[in-house]
Nanobody
Framework: VQLQASGGGLVQAGGSLRLSCVAS????????MGWFRQPPGEEREFVGD????????YFLDSVKGRFIISRDNAKNTAYLQMNNLKPEDTAVYYC????????????WGQGTLVTVSS
């Protein structure tokens, strides 16, 4: 499966953005989808993921209550809704897919840059 992330941009603190991750192929519904981010000069970090059935988990405490992960299997798309953005959310955001029962995200999108100004 090939993944294409989009929706990044420049936003003021307190604003919102919704990132999309469109998958090619007909097997999108078979994958758990994850979102990662890499702030400037830092390591990539795991934001959270959503199962095939739509159950989402947020790994980063800093995004809980502000970010929402969802998916529309009919549109082969996963979403990351980001609300009340903060300058520390500035990062390149990546979507990735993995098969249930595996630990590795085998499929990655190209990343989309989110910049939050103060």
């Amino acid at each position: 499966v090939q993944l294409q992330a989009s929706g990044g941009g420049l936003v003021q603190a307190g604003g919102s953005l919704r990132l999309s991750c469109v998958a090619s192929g007909r097997t999108f519904s078979s994958y758990n989808m994850g979102w990662f981010r890499q702030p400037p000069g830092e390591e990539r970090e795991f934001v959270g993921d959503i199962t095939r059935g739509g159950r989402s988990t947020y790994f980063l405490d800093s995004v809980k209550g502000r970010f929402i992960i969802s998916r529309d299997n009919a549109k082969n798309t996963a979403y990351l809704q980001m609300n009340n953005l903060k300058p520390e959310d500035t990062a390149v955001y990546y979507c990735a897919g993995r098969m249930p029962g595996t630990a590795e995200y085998a499929y990655w999108g190209q990343g989309t840059l989110v910049t939050v100004s103060s």
